[in-house]
């Protein structure tokens, strides 16, 4: 296809516009001619990097275009791609000659070049940001969009700089190739990575090809005589089919080599066999017809009839030792599945239809992509994510109405959740797999029918994060962490000013930080708010920008908490200061930590060390740790329980026991504990001896009380010889 056009050889005007009418004969000539005349004359004399005219660049883009027949309001968009951005025309101009579908499409495609004569990352990532909007209007922008990518590439080699053709070169690979793959196009998909791996790995290409040569010529005519074969094969079954061999480009069998960890020897599908066939029944009958007469390579079939690729590709996939023994793969397919997998969306375009607002299977993938856009909080996290989403293996899972829902290898049941729908993956709480309940951290198998169960109370878990594979729900659960912190340390941040104030007699106004904005370098009240509780600015820096005298008035509240901390009796330990301020209903993790070395519990008496933008972790007064801040006294914080505070039903608490050491021990004790309603979180022995043995057990309790209850109970036990709370 289009091979004089790879040679260089420039398609003519009458030559363009037959090929056209031979596959749509009501194209419309006339603007076709118009616009091959107008973007000749826009472009006039300029050339490209080869010498070439310029206008040769978009004749190209138009004519592979018809390579993939589509309609002519696409040519045409293709011919007037570039006249906007690098030449006098408008698109008024383009409006009044050739209409309003075809200025939306040049509109669309002249965005994003200019967004791409930007080279940084963060260009880059704007523009694939801009590319997925337009192409979610019309997937014709698209498909200009990597036509006028395979025709640069082709010419790429006339650029001198070696590092602009590597940027050009690993954009192509990790956006416009996967692109084309998800809407079906895997000929100009290929084409894209070969290109692309001649400029990031040409030593490796050139390696792999002259491997590839060596095995033609020691095969000799092995190809044909496998065809041969599986022919006669076929015929003897009464099946007519027509089989076409194939060798694997450089790149996909470099990448089946790093991803397996293999040699080029190892590799059992260098060459595949596509086997067309008339009808679904003859691909399994054919299936069948090649199981019985060789032996089956274990774990390479893939049916991908039942279960088609997110971007419409259907076939049957199987490995076995064919002809000769040798070791090959062979794909069956109808006609039709064969044209959708060679050129995908192109395959079966219809003109009068608007296919650009198509929905159906194969655009799930763009309305995840546009949904992971709208929750990324900028354009080069939206770019990580919708790398995410674009490679990976798959896995086929089922809901349990049948539905089947495509996830990346990895995906655990909330990835199943946000991609069955994204409130479906916020209010997750649990699931079943295959009918028993799992963990939400399981790897989804193919073929598992998953059951997720919600609550209404339910929120997306920060710790999620850690494990989710997809792009979507990454993108979902961080932007409710963002949301969730910003209004953390928004209310944290107004506490802590509101309390510097009270205690140098000032009263707190919205409208005497205004004064100060500019000095802290933000647009808002809010946003100075959230930097203080966030720990970029401390309450007193802000108090004192407000009423610069201050410094002289009277000593640091801070400086106070530290002597509290020294001189408190027993007596008073439980009760907060009457300036202490309260972390009810701030959610552990995000504006507030609690710290791992005292294990905080409601009824200790507690003070806050502030971390720059990580907010505070409390501490209990007493904990060791404390002393290495003595010396930064605008870090500690006065902070409170609250009596009747919205906590956690459950914090960690660390107890530290002496065992005997004898059968039955370790059953005593943790009975002792569930007893009591704790929860055994974690357990450590630090030392073992012939009669004792020490623990350290971290247990869920309600608050102090709670632990001293549990405490209490162990201390009875005639087994556990010591038991106090660990403190470090």
Same mark, same amino acid.
Not at 548 to 564: D, E, F, T, Y
């Given at each position: 296809?289009?091979?004089?056009?790879?040679?260089?050889?420039?398609?003519?005007?009458?030559?363009?516009?037959?090929?056209?009418?031979?596959?749509?004969?009501?194209?419309?000539?006339?603007?076709?001619?118009?616009?091959?005349?107008?973007?000749?004359?826009?472009?006039?004399?300029?050339?490209?990097?080869?010498?070439?005219?310029?206008?040769?660049?978009?004749?190209?883009?138009?004519?592979?275009?018809?390579?993939?027949?589509?309609?002519?309001?696409?040519?045409?968009?293709?011919?007037?791609?570039?006249?906007?951005?690098?030449?006098?025309?408008?698109?008024?101009?383009?409006?009044?000659?050739?209409?309003?579908?075809?200025?939306?499409?040049?509109?669309?495609?002249?965005?994003?070049?200019?967004?791409?004569?930007?080279?940084?990352?963060?260009?880059?990532?704007?523009?694939?940001?801009?590319?997925?909007?337009?192409?979610?209007?019309?997937?014709?922008?698209?498909?200009?969009?990597?036509?006028?990518?395979?025709?640069?590439?082709?010419?790429?080699?006339?650029?001198?700089?070696?590092?602009?053709?590597?940027?050009?070169?690993?954009?192509?690979?990790?956006?416009?190739?996967?692109?084309?793959?998800?809407?079906?196009?895997?000929?100009?998909?290929?084409?894209?990575?070969?290109?692309?791996?001649?400029?990031?790995?040409?030593?490796?290409?050139?390696?792999?090809?002259?491997?590839?040569?060596?095995?033609?010529?020691?095969?000799?005519?092995?190809?044909?005589?496998?065809?041969?074969?599986?022919?006669?094969?076929?015929?003897?079954?009464?099946?007519?089919?027509?089989?076409?061999?194939?060798?694997?480009?450089?790149?996909?069998?470099?990448?089946?080599?790093?991803?397996?960890?293999?040699?080029?020897?190892?590799?059992?599908?260098?060459?595949?066999?596509?086997?067309?066939?008339?009808?679904?029944?003859?691909?399994?009958?054919?299936?069948?017809?090649?199981?019985?007469?060789?032996?089956?390579?274990?774990?390479?079939?893939?049916?991908?009839?039942?279960?088609?690729?997110?971007?419409?590709?259907?076939?049957?996939?199987?490995?076995?030792?064919?002809?000769?023994?040798?070791?090959?793969?062979?794909?069956?397919?109808?006609?039709?599945?064969?044209?959708?997998?060679?050129?995908?969306?192109?395959?079966?375009?219809?003109?009068?239809?608007?296919?650009?607002?198509?929905?159906?299977?194969?655009?799930?993938?763009?309305?995840?992509?546009?949904?992971?856009?709208?929750?990324?909080?900028?354009?080069?996290?939206?770019?990580?994510?919708?790398?995410?989403?674009?490679?990976?293996?798959?896995?086929?899972?089922?809901?349990?109405?049948?539905? +089947?829902?495509?996830?990346?290898? !990895? #995906?655990?049941?909330?990835?199943?959740?946000? *991609?069955?729908?994204?409130?479906?993956? @916020? =209010?997750?709480?649990?699931?079943?797999?295959?009918?028993?309940?799992?963990?939400?951290?399981?790897?989804?198998?193919?073929?598992?029918?998953?059951?997720?169960?919600?609550?209404?109370?339910?929120?997306?878990?920060?710790?999620?994060?850690?494990?989710?594979?997809?792009?979507?729900?990454?993108?979902?659960?961080?932007?409710?962490?963002?949301?969730?912190?910003?209004?953390?340390?928004?209310?944290?941040?107004?506490?802590?000013?509101?309390?510097?104030?009270?205690?140098?007699?000032?009263?707190?106004?919205?409208?005497?930080?205004?004064?100060?904005?500019?000095?802290?370098?933000?647009?808002?009240?809010?946003?100075?708010?959230?930097?203080?509780?966030?720990?970029?600015?401390?309450?007193?820096?802000?108090?004192?920008?407000?009423?610069?005298? +201050?410094?002289?008035?009277?000593? !640091? #509240?801070?400086?106070?908490?530290?002597?509290? *901390?020294?001189?408190?009796?027993?007596? @008073? =330990?439980?009760?907060?200061?009457?300036?202490?301020?309260?972390?009810?209903?701030?959610?552990?993790?995000?504006?507030?930590?609690?710290?791992?070395?005292?294990?905080?519990?409601?009824?200790?008496?507690?003070?806050?060390?502030?971390?720059?933008?990580?907010?505070?972790?409390?501490?209990?007064?007493?904990?060791?740790?404390?002393?290495?801040?003595?010396?930064?006294?605008?870090?500690?914080?006065?902070?409170?329980?609250?009596?009747?505070?919205?906590?956690?039903?459950?914090?960690?608490?660390?107890?530290?026991?002496?065992?005997?050491?004898?059968?039955?021990?370790?059953?005593?004790?943790?009975?002792?504990?569930?007893?009591?309603?704790?929860?055994?979180?974690?357990?450590?022995?630090?030392?073992?001896?012939?009669?004792?043995?020490?623990?350290?057990?971290?247990?869920?309790?309600?608050?102090?009380?709670?632990?001293?209850?549990?405490?209490?109970?162990?201390?009875?036990?005639?087994?556990?010889?010591?038991?106090?709370?660990?403190?470090?």
């Amino acid at each position: 296809m289009g091979e004089a056009r790879k040679r260089g050889c420039m398609i003519r005007q009458f030559e363009l516009v037959e090929k056209i009418k031979s596959y749509d004969p009501n194209a419309n000539e006339e603007a076709l001619n118009k616009a091959y005349v107008f973007a000749m004359k826009a472009h006039g004399s300029q050339v490209r990097a080869s010498g070439d005219p310029y206008f040769s660049h978009p004749l190209e883009v138009a004519g592979i275009l018809t390579d993939y027949k589509l309609d002519t309001a696409t040519i045409i968009t293709a011919l007037l791609h570039d006249t906007v951005e690098d030449t006098n025309a408008s698109l008024e101009d383009i409006k009044k000659l050739f209409g309003e579908e075809t200025t939306r499409l040049v509109d669309g495609v002249t965005k994003l070049t200019r967004l791409e004569l930007q080279s940084d990352h963060a260009k880059q990532a704007e523009n694939f940001r801009k590319l997925l909007l337009a192409m979610s209007e019309d997937i014709r922008v698209l498909l200009v969009k990597l036509a006028d990518r395979l025709h640069n590439m082709r010419t790429l080699h006339h650029i001198n700089d070696k590092a602009k053709r590597h940027s050009i070169a690993l954009e192509t690979m990790d956006i416009y190739a996967p692109l084309a793959e998800r809407i079906g196009m895997q000929e100009m998909k290929s084409e894209l990575e070969d290109l692309a791996f001649s400029q990031l790995n040409a030593e490796a290409r050139e390696s792999i090809l002259a491997r590839l040569g060596f095995l033609r010529e020691m095969g000799g005519s092995l190809v044909a005589r496998i065809i041969a074969e599986l022919q006669q094969t076929f015929e003897n079954a009464g099946i007519k089919a027509e089989i076409i061999g194939r060798e694997k480009t450089p790149y996909s069998i470099w990448r089946k080599m790093q991803h397996k960890e293999v040699g080029f020897e190892q590799l059992s599908d260098i060459m595949a066999f596509r086997v067309i066939v008339s009808s679904v029944e003859d691909c399994y009958h054919a299936l069948g017809v090649v199981h019985s007469a060789y032996p089956v390579v274990p774990d390479r079939f893939k049916d991908y009839i039942s279960t088609p690729k997110p971007n419409g590709y259907r076939s049957l996939h199987t490995g076995v030792f064919g002809p000769e023994r040798q070791r090959i793969e062979i794909q069956i397919r109808t006609r039709e599945m064969h044209e959708v997998a060679e050129i995908g969306v192109a395959a079966h375009w219809q003109y009068k239809q608007g296919y650009g607002q198509r929905e159906g299977r194969q655009y799930r993938w763009l309305r995840e992509l546009l949904e992971i856009l709208e929750h990324a909080s900028g354009p080069e996290e939206f770019l990580e994510h919708t790398k995410l989403e674009m490679f990976h293996d798959q896995v086929f899972c089922f809901t349990p109405k049948g539905e +089947i829902i495509n996830l990346p290898n !990895g #995906a655990t049941p909330v990835d199943f959740a946000y *991609a069955v729908h994204s409130e479906v993956g @916020d =209010k997750c709480v649990g699931a079943k797999i295959n009918g028993r309940m799992m963990p939400l951290r399981t790897n989804l198998e193919n073929g598992d029918q998953v059951e997720i169960l919600t609550s209404k109370a339910q929120t997306p878990s920060p710790t999620w994060d850690r494990f989710v594979v997809t792009g979507k729900a990454r993108a979902r659960i961080r932007k409710y962490v963002r949301t969730k912190e910003r209004e953390q340390y928004l209310e944290l941040g107004k506490s802590i000013l509101a309390r510097a104030f009270k205690e140098e007699e000032y009263e707190y106004t919205e409208k005497s930080l205004k004064s100060v904005l500019k000095v802290f370098n933000v647009d808002s009240v809010d946003d100075l708010c959230a930097n203080v509780g966030a720990g970029i600015q401390t309450g007193r820096e802000v108090l004192e920008a407000v009423f610069p005298g +201050i410094k002289k008035k009277k000593k !640091g #509240a801070a400086q106070k908490i530290i002597s509290l *901390a020294g001189v408190r009796s027993k007596k @008073d =330990k439980g009760k907060p200061s009457e300036n202490a301020i309260p972390i009810k209903g701030l959610i552990p993790g995000m504006a507030v930590h609690y710290a791992g070395c005292c294990h905080p519990l409601p009824g200790d008496r507690i003070v806050g060390i502030v971390s720059t933008g990580k907010g505070v972790t409390i501490h209990t007064i007493d904990c060791a740790i404390l002393e290495q801040y003595a010396e930064v006294p605008e870090r500690w914080l006065d902070v409170s329980w609250e009596v009747g505070a919205e906590l956690p039903e459950f914090h960690v608490a660390r107890v530290h026991l002496t065992v005997l050491n004898e059968p039955g021990s370790l059953g005593s004790l943790s009975m002792i504990i569930a007893k009591n309603e704790g929860n055994i979180s974690n357990l450590k022995i630090t030392h073992r001896s012939l009669d004792f043995f020490d623990l350290l057990i971290d247990i869920e309790v309600r608050d102090v009380r709670h632990l001293t209850d549990i405490i209490t109970a162990l201390r009875a036990a005639p087994v556990i010889n010591l038991v106090e709370r660990a403190k470090g």
